[in-house]
């Protein structure tokens, strides 16, 4: 049997790569000039690198914090291109499409259930206010036989890469690295 796989993508801010300010889209010039405008409304300049990330939604992560929060990411079929996949899984998660730019790929690792998840990282921007996430189905409570719809995440947030090492699964905590190494140059 072949190992499941998924594809997501890191979004970040408030980093150099490549030449390419991070700091995202909608940053006027005062806000540049601002450090304390960082996070008023989601978007503008910060001075650290911080990434967007997903706490899981559903009734088993909902009263858990640290190692409750992931890239977004999903599953993707073996006729579908991983990037593509990426692209397509970050609209499904947060209900918003990925900024535009040039993805920077942070490889692979295999997850502790055998899922192998890819994931690339994107300089970008957007405000968490805005996601709308889609849901799923489950039996709830368990062996009730009543489904009842969950999202898919229930909030997202920016976070410098400390913060985010606290609260990522565990095993997706190798694309901090990753993303930090590529940063550094």
Known sequence: MTAKRSAGILLFRGAETAGAEATGAGATGAE???????????TGPVSAPQVLLAHMGGPFWARKDERAWSIPKGEYEPDEAPEAAARREFQEELGLPPPPGDLLALGSVQ???GKVVTVWA??????PRQITPGTFEMEWPRGSGRLQAFPEIDRVAWLDLAQART??????EVFL???EERLRG
């Open 32 to 42: 540049a000039a601002d450090p304390a405008a960082v996070g008023r409304a989601g």
């Open 111 to 113: 997850q502790t259930g």
């Open 122 to 127: 994107l300089a970008g921007d957007l405000d």
């Open 167 to 172: 609260k990522i699964v565990a095993r997706q």
């Open 177 to 179: 690295d990753r993303l």
